[in-house]
């Protein structure tokens, strides 16, 4: 989505994991249930996308299927600057991990969180899922909303023909099952986002994509108690948490 940040410029806005078994059951075994499925996890933004070397890069555009989009933005951040790149970067971190101990093939769309660098522009990233051969893809974010409002969201992906006319049903029930099972596990539901759902045309990384994907606004930057929790290591779990309980969900598994 396209983020103002205040003062500037904007670039706005199965390799089978399957256990040793003894019998030859093929069910995964009770500490590997996600064994056998591969997960594209999308950390959003990059912390370059704010270097003003990277601008015109960033500044490319592509058609989504809907309208014309930049390669990538620059994200939001919270009031005191702790940018969303990172907030994303270290959560997915976390939720790669916690996934592989599940037993998930876990494949990422950026291996770093640097000033230097920028992108991937948001039709690569979109692209992505497909390309490794994801069972579902989910890219992880925060929100810019008005600092009252607080709580996390998913948006997937409305039909476009000859766009997301295949993933989009999948992608809105998935995208349910992974709303109540985060809210399950203790995430505060979006105040300001009815459902917890957006089911929208307009994102590119939703647009491109050719398998199941949801985006998640895991909460709002703005809000003092979520800016809190975002910035803190714990905090930064805790999210983590929640999403692994969300993919558990969305997945069966
Ligand atoms: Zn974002």
Not at 45 to 66: C, I, M, R, V, W
Not at 182 to 208: C, D, H, W
């Amino acid at each position: 989505m396209k983020r103002l940040i205040a003062g500037g410029l904007v670039i706005a806005a199965a390799a089978l994991a399957l256990t040793p078994a003894a019998s030859a059951a093929p069910t995964p075994a009770a500490d590997q249930p996600l064994a056998g499925l591969v997960i594209a996890l999308d950390p959003g933004h990059q912390l370059g996308n704010s270097n003003p070397a990277n601008f015109d890069e960033l500044a490319k555009t592509h058609f989504n299927g809907y309208e014309t989009k930049i390669c990538n933005t620059s994200g939001t951040a919270t009031n005191d600057g702790f940018p969303e790149a990172t907030f994303t970067w270290n959560v997915a971190q976390q939720v790669k991990a916690q996934l592989e101990a599940l037993g998930a093939d876990v494949r990422m769309t950026r291996h770093s969180n640097s000033w230097k660098k920028w992108g991937p522009c948001v039709n690569e990233r979109g692209a992505f899922g497909a390309k490794v051969g994801a069972d579902l893809m989910l890219s992880i974010h925060a929100d810019g909303a008005d600092s009252s409002g607080y709580g996390f969201y998913v948006m997937v992906p409305s039909v476009i023909k000859g766009w997301t006319d295949d993933i989009s049903s999948k992608s809105i029930r998935l995208g349910k099952r992974f709303v109540s099972g985060m809210a399950a596990a203790g995430a505060p539901r979006s105040t300001y986002v009815s459902g917890q759902m957006m089911i929208t045309p307009t994102i590119s990384t939703l647009n491109f994509s050719d398998v199941p994907v949801i985006l998640l606004e895991s909460g709002n930057m703005r809000n003092a108690t979520e800016a809190r929790r975002m910035k803190d290591p714990a905090g930064q779990r805790q999210y983590a948490d929640w999403i692994v309980a969300g993919l558990r969900a969305a997945l069966r598994r």
